[in-house]
C-alpha cells in the first residue's frame, strides 16, 4: 500500500554541479525537493520507488545507477540498496537516484521508467501494481510541467501553459496527454502512475513549491 510520495521536478540544474554558476538560483527548489523527500522516508516505506520518464518502458530491481557526464560533470548517482551495473538509469531517474544519495536514503529501491507518451490508463494501472509491492510503499515521482511558460523557454510561449500547471496539483488523474504533449509536459506519465497508486490509500497532498524560473514548470509536492 502506498504510504507516502513525493513529486519533485527532474531538472539537471537541480545537480549543483552542473548548474554551475546558476546553482544558488535553484536553492528554494532544492530545499523543497529535499523537504518532500524527507517527508516520504519519515512515513517509513519498507520499499521505495522511483518512477520518471525514460525513451521506453523498463524496471530497475537490483539498484541501478545514471551520470551525469552528458553535462561535462563526472558526476555518477545510483540507487541506494542495490548494484549499479546494468542498464543506465534515465535521465530523469538520474536526478531522482541523486536525490536519494543527498537524503542519505539506505532503503530497498526499485526504479521505473515510463515514455512521456505512454497511455493513461496503462500508468494508472501501472501506478496500482506498484502500490502493491509490498505492505508499506513509498514513490519519488519526477516530472517537469510545461516547458512553454516564457519567450525563452524551450517550447517557447503557450499562454496554455500556466493553467496546466496550476491544475496539476489538484487533478493528477484527468491529465490530457495530449496537451500534455503539446506543452511539453513530460511528467504527465509519472503523475498518473502516482494517481493510480494514491487510489483508495486516504493521502493528503500538500504543495511545496510551484513556480517557472527557466519558462519550464516545476513542481514539487508530497502526499502523506
Not at 544558488?24 to 512515513?43: F, I, T, W
Not at 537516484?97 to 496503462?122: E, F, I, K, S, Y
Request: glycine share 14%; charged share 15%.
Amino acid at each position: 500500500m502506498l504510504v507516502a510520495a513525493a513529486v519533485c521536478p527532474c531538472p539537471p540544474l537541480l545537480v549543483p554541479e552542473v548548474a554551475a554558476g546558476a546553482s544558488a538560483e535553484l536553492d528554494p527548489l532544492r530545499a523543497a525537493c529535499d523537504e518532500a523527500l524527507g517527508a516520504v522516508l519519515a512515513a517509513g516505506p519498507d520499499l521505495l520507488v522511483v518512477v520518471g520518464t525514460g525513451p521506453e518502458a523498463e524496471v530497475w530491481t537490483e539498484g541501478g545507477a545514471g551520470s551525469f557526464h552528458r553535462y561535462g560533470v563526472p558526476l555518477v548517482a545510483a540507487l541506494p540498496g542495490g548494484r549499479a551495473e546494468g542498464p543506465e538509469l534515465s535521465p530523469a531517474l538520474t536526478v531522482g537516484a541523486w536525490l536519494l544519495g543527498r537524503a542519505g536514503a539506505t532503503l530497498p529501491t526499485h526504479a521505473c521508467a515510463v515514455p512521456a507518451d505512454a497511455p493513461a490508463d496503462r500508468m494508472l494501472g501501472l501506478g496500482q501494481g506498484l502500490a502493491g509491492l509490498a505492505d508499506r510503499v513509498g514513490l519519488l515521482v519526477m516530472g517537469d510541467g510545461s516547458a512553454c511558460r516564457s519567450l525563452k523557454a524551450p517550447g517557447y510561449l503557450d499562454e496554455r501553459a500556466e493553467g496546466y500547471d496550476a491544475a496539476l496539483a489538484r487533478a493528477r488523474q484527468a491529465l490530457d496527454p495530449g496537451l500534455a504533449a503539446e506543452l511539453k509536459a513530460e511528467g504527465r506519465a509519472p503523475w498518473q502512475v502516482l494517481a493510480g497508486a494514491a487510489e483508495g490509500a486516504g493521502l493528503t497532498a500538500r504543495l511545496g513549491y510551484q513556480d517557472a524560473p527557466y519558462g519550464v514548470g516545476y513542481l514539487v509536492a508530497s502526499w502523506s
